[in-house]
């Protein structure tokens, strides 16, 4: 006869791979080890300058989102690029000219889908981790965070623990050398 499960306090003394495998889960790549991070976290974005931001963790959002203003689209070297301004968590103003990687349509939180330009670039964690992340440029002024890391940005890195912040640490570690860069 199987076991059964009950959702609930009960402490389970087997593996979670194992609870899944008896119940006929799947789990094919979906148990490895993973980072724990919080509902919001300390990043900077070394390649854009911006030397410590806060970060809102969004599992419903699919694509991250960072805030830009005065976004223009040029043309260099024969390829369209992006020039804005974005702001670092002291104030800092920060002028950023990157590749457009793509246009997009992205429903917003408030349901309307507008084009947004997106770009890539590293971020990296308190502590050292970097790993790139795609951005859509959107105006986050009237939000808390200038940053939102959305799914596609946490996927295969991180599980996320709703009841945290700044899991990483301060934002004392994020000007150091980078311990572990994945792409």
Not at 43 to 58: R, T
Not at 131 to 152: H, I, N, Q, T
Request: charged fraction near 25%; proline fraction near 4%; glycine fraction near 8%.
């Amino acid at each position: 006869m199987p076991s059964s499960y009950i959702s609930g306090p009960v402490k389970v003394g087997k593996a979670s791979s194992k609870v899944a495998g008896e119940l006929k889960l799947p789990v094919k790549g979906r148990m490895r080890e993973r980072i724990m991070i919080g509902r919001r976290e300390w990043l900077s974005l070394p390649d854009f300058g911006v030397d410590i931001i806060s970060a809102k963790v969004d599992t419903g959002a699919y694509t991250s989102s960072l805030h830009a203003e005065e976004i223009e689209v040029i043309e260099r070297e024969g390829a369209e690029w992006v020039r804005f301004v974005t702001s670092s968590h002291h104030g800092e103003v920060v002028q950023c000219e990157v590749p457009l990687v793509q246009r997009k349509r992205i429903k917003s939180s408030n349901g309307k889908a507008r084009e947004r330009l997106i770009v890539k670039t590293v971020a990296r964690a308190v502590g050292g981790f970097e790993w790139e992340v795609y951005f859509s440029l959107a105006d986050r002024s009237v939000m808390k965070c200038p940053l939102l890391l959305g799914r596609k940005a946490l996927s295969g890195y991180f599980v996320v623990d709703t009841q945290a912040s700044h899991l990483f640490g301060n934002t004392k570690n994020l000007t150091g050398k980078p311990h572990h860069r994945r792409s």
